[in-house]
Structures are given as structure tokens and as C-alpha cells.
């Protein structure tokens, strides 16, 4: 599972692509890559667990919304999660994820920006040839 | 390069597209800009100007001005008025962060008070108010607060001894919107916000000392008349919106929108621009919670206002009402509301989205605090950490013109990854320290991102709207202490 940032896509804020050979590898990916926007994940512990369970109506939907808890849990618990599994269902309706994190600490972390939604803009999951892929778009 | 072939030009500072540039537009595009700055404006403007004029219910123009540059659906400086019982309301058209806006305040102090106590007056500031990644406010409010916080805005906090008596006064709209309802919010918009009052966030967002710049722009007389009386009297400009709390009521509702507009029968050419009729229950709902949005954001700014009067007079040993740290005014601009406009020879209540764009009511209006009734509405246009603000005002000609609107920055033209390729933050930091700008940053690649390179000339914006009779300029405001999330 790998994540690129796009430098030209969105002028005032952060745009990745991210694909894997799985599902859940493509969700881990994403997650990872908020991650990476908010901190050096070099500095970040694990000692927090976190799970996630999550409903939706179609994988677009349930990717959108797990990244939008990440966000949540960073605002509301002070949290920022370094490491993800993630098993999506084979219908792509719904998840459960365990995420390994640890609260801010603005001495060890090394922070970067403050993500603070996820844009639909150019947002979808897409299944070409044996490849998950998809683009998203952040706002900071 | 846009292609302006396609434009008519209404004057040497505006442009119009018109209907017949693209199927399904129901107005004109009219852009402002200088021709220099039209033709350093990115076609995305164009593009997404065009396709809000294909919105159910716009009327006259889609209108964007000269800062514009590509947003999501609704270009960032787009204007669009809609008929509030045919037109929709869009959350694209206001933008995630609600009532995003700026804060202008003076002082009596002048910048040889200020200069040499300016490292200890910033450090202190950075220390009152959080700014970066999931900081939280000092401020313990609690979620059953939330209701009456976000209906009465400033208003709350003057009632609770968090504003000064005249401080409403000098919000746009009184310090808070009317038709907030917090059942229309969701818990977890609540539950990010509650507690992030007081905090600055992170991105464009910032809190600058600045002083008077006659070298680049004053008008004594009217300067003057917001209690500008020395020619390098220093001011605090504060720049931030509804934080976690608005961003969460957009996310929510785009997701509403997107699955509501097929009941509609409604179809965009952007997904981004997803909307609902105004008059349909989803567009109040999304309507009331955009307001309490809008409302937070207000408080939001007040709180740090208390913080940064706090640390005036801690340092300065004198208490801020002695150091005259009034508020000149504090704007919006992202937001939605139903204003009274004439148009095509008569009244109406209008729907105005601004969205990166600023209220420039004029001379007499009712809603121009009466302090300033007879000159016109304050207008602030933030630039970059480097190349400083305006203090301007409202015009009669805005209210014929734009639905009472003007430009609110000066517009990125370079995404943040290329503003890092070109200059390390630690190296900006110091370049801006030489030239007497002391900068606090949360992190070094926040401020790398927000160089002054990476935006448009504001004095070149600026000129276009003053030369378009939209907003008179007051004054130019150069940074010497900034803050950064």
C-alpha cells in the first residue's frame, strides 16, 4: 500500500493518491497518509488502541467517514493515530479497524498541519485492473 | 492564463463572461481584476464563476473578485445572491470553515512603544492562544452551553463578562446571525468545538501586530473616524473562523446535499456545488447551522481578543481599556445570508453566498454599525505575513454594484507543497526578522507554506476594488508580530 502527495492539485490545501492491492490496504494507506499531513509518524507512539466500527452506504462513503474519525479523534480525544488494521466487508458497507496512536504531546511530536475535513472534491474509490485507488483532497 | 476572448470588458477593472459562454448559465460571470491581475488568474476561476451562473435562482451575476482563484465548486472570492423562495443555498458557496473572518482592533500605542517589547509581546500571545494541530482553548464551556453560545454570539459573551460593553457593536451583525438552531448540529460538530474556543487553528490563519503604513496608504481624515490618530499607530488583526465545529457542519450537510439534490431534480456540473431549494427543509436545516456555525466563529475571535488585550497590558503594565484596545469592526467572509438588496429597480431579500469575500455595506445602511453609519462599513483585506493589510470601507456603488461585497485577501496563486520546495520556514523566519517582522509558528512548515510568494499582490487587489468604487481604501497595516498555527 503506498500514498503520494499531489503538489498541484488544491492551491490552499493537501491532495494525496493512494493505492493498494486490497481494500483494506487501500484504507490503511489513507489513514496513513492523514496521519502523515498531521505529524512525522516517526515520533508517534503507539501506546493508545483505538477501534473503529463504521456503517455506510457504499465504500466512497465508508472511507470518507473513517477518515473524518480520525480527524474527530484528533479534536475531541487529542489523538493521532500512527499504525491501522483495517477489514472492510466484501459488500464495502462497513468496517472495523483498530488504530495505534497516542495523544499530542507538542514536545516529542514533530506537527505539521491541522487537518480539518475531507473535501469531496475528486473523491472516489476505484477498482482498476488488480489495483484499489483513490484520490482525496483535505482541507487544512 | 484564463481566456479572456471569451470576456467583454465593463471597465478597466472588470470583465464579464456572458451567458452564452456556457449552456445552462442563467447569469453573466462578471470578474474584477486589473488585466494584470485577470491575466495571472487561474481558469479555474473562470470555469467555476460560469458554473455557479448555472445555480437555480441566481440572480444578476456570479460574481467573482479580484483575489479569486480555484476553490471547491464556488471559486475562493465568489459572490452569488439568490432568490431566497426559487434560489438554493449551497454549502460550496460558503466554504468548511464557517464565518471565517477577521478581527481588527486598535491601540493607542505607537510603534516605538511596541518595538522594543515586541519578541516578549508575541511570545506571550502564542502562549495564551493555542495555534496547530488539535490544540484546545483555556476556555471551559461546556456542550449544554453551546445553545445559547452559538445563538447569541458576542452577545453571549458580553453578558457573561467576555467582551467589553461596546465590543457587539462593532461584529458584523452585532456579534451574532439571527436563525441559529443547535438541534441542527451534530454531536460530533459539538464535541470538536466545545472546546477549541480561543484557538487559532492552523493554515492561512494567523494573529498580526501591525502598524499604520503611510508610506503605502493612509487617509488621515478617514482613518480618523475608526480612532486612527498617529501615523504609525500599532493594531492587532486577528484572522480564524469556527475551527473544528464549522468544518464538521459543512462535511455533514455536502453529504445531505449530495443525496438530497436528485429529489430536487437539481443537477450541477460539480459535485462540489451541491445545493437544495433555500425554502426546503434540508436548506433551513443547513441554513441554521451554518448560522450557529457563523456564531461560534464570532465568539471564537472574541476569546482570543480577551487574550490578546490580556497580553498588551501584562506587558505594557497598563489595562487594555487605558490602552484605547477597542474592536474597529470584525467581518465575515464565508458565509450565507438573507440581506435586503434592490436590484433591477426593486427591493428584495437575496440569499448572498461569500465565499472569500467580504460584506462592503455603504454610507447610511442601517446595518453599519452607528458609529460608522455616515462613512460607510469597515472592510478588512487580510494579505500575506509579509506584504501586510488594508482597513477600508463600504460603498454605496457596492450595494449597486455587487450585492454589497468586496474581495477579503489577496488569494494564493502556489499550492502549499510548492511554496515548500521554494523556502525552508527556519530560513523565511529569519529573512522576515531582518526586514522587523518577528514570527511565532506553531511549525516551521506551516509558515513555509504561507510565504508572501505564494500569494497575490493585495496592494494590486486592493487598488481593483477601490478603482471599481467597491471598497475605499483607509489604510495599509504592515506587520512587525505574527503568529502562526
Known amino acids: 500500500m503506498t500514498f503520494k502527495f499531489l503538489p498541484d492539485v488544491a492551491l490552499a490545501d493537501i491532495a494525496f493518491e493512494a493505492e493498494s492491492d486490497t481494500l483494506d490496504g487501500l484504507f490503511e494507506a489513507c489513514a496513513s497518509a492523514v496521519t502523515d499531513i498531521m505529524v512525522d509518524p516517526s515520533t508517534l507512539g503507539k501506546g493508545v488502541e483505538r477501534k473503529f466500527s463504521l456503517e455506510s452506504e457504499s465504500i466512497d462513503r465508508l472511507l470518507y467517514d473513517f477518515l473524518t474519525e480520525l480527524i474527530v479523534a484528533k479534536d475531541v480525544d487529542s489523538l493521532l493515530f500512527g499504525e491501522f488494521e483495517v477489514s472492510v466487508s466484501p459488500a464495502g458497507t462497513s468496517l472495523e479497524a483498530l488504530a495505534r496512536g497516542e495523544a499530542i504531546d507538542r514536545v516529542r511530536h514533530r506537527l505539521r498541519n491541522d487537518v480539518k475535513a475531507v473535501t469531496m472534491h475528486l473523491f472516489g474509490v476505484k477498482h482498476i485492473g488488480a489495483k484499489w485507488k483513490t484520490t482525496v483532497v483535505l482541507d487544512i | 492564463m484564463p481566456d479572456t476572448s471569451v470576456m467583454k470588458q465593463v471597465s478597466d477593472v472588470s470583465w464579464d463572461i456572458p451567458v452564452s459562454y456556457k449552456p445552462g448559465m442563467n447569469v453573466p460571470a462578471r470578474i474584477y481584476a486589473t488585466k494584470k491581475l485577470l491575466d495571472a488568474m487561474d481558469s479555474g476561476v473562470i470555469e467555476q464563476a460560469t458554473n455557479v451562473a448555472c445555480l437555480p435562482g441566481i440572480v444578476r451575476y456570479s460574481y467573482a473578485m479580484a483575489d479569486a482563484h480555484w476553490g471547491y465548486g464556488f471559486p475562493i472570492g465568489g459572490v452569488a445572491a439568490f432568490d431566497t423562495e426559487k434560489g438554493v443555498i449551497s454549502p460550496g458557496g460558503v466554504g468548511f470553515d464557517v464565518n471565517c473572518g477577521m478581527r481588527l482592533i486598535r491601540t493607542n500605542l505607537r ?83 466545545v472546546s477549541q474556543f480561543g484557538t487559532l487553528g492552523s493554515g492561512n490563519h494567523y494573529l498580526e501586530i501591525q502598524v499604520v503604513d503611510p508610506a503605502r496608504y493612509l487617509d488621515r481624515g478617514l482613518a480618523g473616524e475608526f480612532g486612527i490618530i498617529y501615523d504609525d499607530q500599532v493594531m492587532v488583526m486577528i484572522h480564524c473562523g469556527s475551527r473544528g465545529f464549522g468544518h464538521q457542519v459543512c462535511s455533514d450537510y455536502l453529504r445531505t446535499f449530495e443525496s438530497g439534490m436528485k429529489r430536487f431534480g437539481i443537477d450541477v456540473r460539480d459535485r462540489d456545488l451541491a445545493c437544495l431549494p433555500f425554502a426546503s427543509r434540508e436548506g433551513q436545516d443547513y441554513y441554521s447551522a451554518m448560522v450557529c456555525a457563523a456564531n461560534f466563529a464570532f465568539v471564537n475571535r472574541q476569546i482570543i481578543v480577551n487574550k490578546v488585550r490580556e497580553a498588551f497590558s501584562r506587558v505594557f503594565r497598563k489595562d487594555a481599556e487605558s490602552l484605547d484596545m477597542h474592536l474597529i469592526y470584525d467581518v465575515c467572509h464565508n458565509v ?91 530560513e523565511l523566519q529569519r529573512r522576515m526578522l531582518d526586514r522587523g517582522i518577528y514570527v511565532k509558528a506553531a511549525t516551521m512548515d506551516g509558515l513555509a507554506e504561507e510565504a508572501g510568494m505564494a500569494y497575490k499582490d493585495i496592494s494590486e487587489v486592493v487598488e481593483t476594488m477601490d478603482r471599481a468604487g467597491i471598497s475605499k481604501k483607509v489604510a495599509a497595516l504592515r506587520p512587525v508580530g505574527n503568529i502562526k498555527g
Open chain 2, 111 to 193: 510603534f516605538s512603544d511596541v518595538k522594543p517589547k515586541i519578541k516578549e509581546l508575541v511570545d506571550l500571545i502564542f502562549s495564551l492562544v493555542p495555534a496547530g494541530v488539535g490544540v484546545k482553548g483555556s476556555q471551559n464551556f461546556t456542550q449544554s452551553q453551546m445553545g445559547d453560545i452559538t445563538s447569541l454570539g458576542v452577545r453571549w459573551c458580553a453578558e457573561n463578562d467576555l467582551a467589553w460593553d461596546d465590543d457587539p457593536a462593532h461584529v458584523e451583525e452585532g456579534g451574532f446571525i439571527k436563525g441559529a438552531d443547535i438541534s441542527k448540529v451534530s454531536r460530533q460538530a459539538i464535541s470538536r468545538g
Open chain 2, 336 to 426: 450565507a445570508k438573507v440581506e435586503n438588496h434592490s436590484y433591477d429597480g426593486s427591493k428584495a431579500k437575496v440569499l448572498v453566498h461569500r465565499k472569500g469575500a467580504t460584506r462592503s455595506f455603504g454610507p447610511g445602511h442601517p446595518d453599519v454599525p452607528a458609529a460608522y453609519r455616515s462613512i460607510g462599513q469597515p472592510v478588512i483585506i487580510g494579505g500575506s505575513m509579509e506584504t501586510g493589510s488594508y482597513l477600508l470601507i463600504g460603498t454605496q456603488k457596492a450595494m449597486e454594484d455587487t450585492f454589497g461585497s468586496t474581495a477579503h485577501g489577496s488569494g494564493r496563486t502556489m499550492s502549499r507543497t510548492a511554496a515548500k520546495r521554494e523556502v525552508r520556514g527556519a
